[in-house]
């Protein structure tokens, strides 16, 4: 089945810094790439996501992007903000797996003011 | 329009007690999921339910059944609850894209 490595698995940037998450993925079959945002105590919260045939997408301050060949995809966040502190999670999606997602084991972002 | 709603937000029980969470989703999506979620490990599968009437075995599935009631309710039921199973359990639909999750069921087996 499909392995989803994160990492890192905390990171702690200084305000107005980027932030970069990096995961890999094993299932070529895989063709839809969430991330997920969870504050603490609340439930985990889709911020962006890319298919496989787009190699990046932005959406304002996050962007991410897939290099299908090396089967890996990263989350940016550029101009953090303390708002910013959370959980975030990769996922896979692969398209023969009966609709089943796996996710990476997730990275604790904190930004510093 | 509430999406994805769980109860229990909170339980504790002993080993060997039995128990059920509720899963209920008004958005009309075919697919359902419950997750468990512990420190470092991520969110893993735990079972899912491709469409109504059907269920497969995700992950972790042992210790745990589940019931797909009808299109809207997918219940996960603790037979004979151990403290492994303490956890924070999410159930989750899917329209073919995004997972919506519920707020989540706090489980603690004494």
């Known amino acids: 089945g499909e392995n989803v490595e994160q990492h890192p698995s905390t990171l702690s940037v200084q305000e107005g810094d980027s932030a970069v998450i990096k995961c890999t993925y094993s299932?070529?079959?895989?063709?839809?790439f969430p991330w997920y945002k969870q504050e603490l105590g609340k439930r985990p919260q889709l911020i962006i996501d890319i298919r496989s045939n787009v190699g990046e997408k932005k959406d304002q301050r996050i962007a991410v992007t897939l290099n299908k060949t090396a089967k890996h995809f990263s989350l940016h966040i550029t101009e953090t903000q303390p708002e910013d502190s959370a959980v975030y999670f990769c996922a896979a999606f692969p398209s023969n797996t009966g609709n089943q997602f796996y996710f990476g084991t997730g990275t604790s972002l904190t930004v510093i003011p | 329009n509430a999406g994805v709603t769980q109860t229990p937000k909170f339980q504790v029980l002993k080993t060997g007690q039995s128990m059920t969470l509720q899963c209920a989703q008004d958005m009309n999506h075919n697919s359902m999921y419950w997750y468990r979620q512990d420190p470092g490990m991520g969110l893993r599968l735990i079972y899912y339910?491709?469409?109504?009437?059907?269920?497969d075995k995700g992950e972790v599935p042992n210790g745990y059944n589940v019931s797909r009631l009808n299109k809207r309710e997918f219940s996960l039921r603790l037979e004979s609850a151990a403290p492994s199973q303490t956890s924070v359990y999410f159930c989750a639909s899917n329209p073919a894209g995004e997972l919506f999750f519920g707020e989540g069921s706090r489980l603690t087996v004494l």
């Open positions: 299932d070529s079959a895989s063709n839809y």
């Open positions: 339910s491709a469409s109504e009437g059907t269920t």
